[in-house]
């Protein structure tokens, strides 16, 4: 199946990221996971939240920033990858000169029911 980019409507998420959901089940019938694009922008933060079942994968496909990851912190920039165990708490923050966008794989696929907000 092919998902053109530019038919998917981007919206807000609860953690407070911009997300162009590219692949999910509910929408596409593929089974076990999601892609999506999300977008922070430059100086703006996401909600520090985790994810009870999904395991996530960020990939960083521009900009740069900070990633909290339980109790770390550290740098993020193109081409970063980080995996994001179930219950872990996480958010990221853009840099001040441009937004962080990054991929978001999620097994299983992303639920808003999902997210808890900490």
Not at 32 to 37: G, N, P, V
Not at 39 to 51: E, Q
Not at 104 to 114: E, N, V
């Amino acid at each position: 199946m092919q998902q053109p980019y530019a038919t998917v409507q981007p919206y807000i998420t609860a953690d407070g990221s911009v997300i162009r959901e590219l692949m999910h089940p509910a929408v596409h019938g593929n089974c076990r996971q999601s892609l999506a694009e999300a977008t922070v922008a430059a100086g703006a933060a996401t909600l520090l939240h985790r994810h009870l079942r999904s395991e996530e994968i960020y990939h960083v496909t521009a900009g740069e920033g900070e990633m909290i990851l339980g109790a770390r912190s550290f740098r993020i920039g193109p081409g970063d990858t980080v995996c994001i165990a179930p219950g872990t708490p996480h958010r990221v923050r853009a840099s001040a000169s441009a937004p962080l966008v990054l991929l978001c794989c999620c097994s299983p696929a992303y639920a808003h029911a999902d997210t808890e907000l900490l």
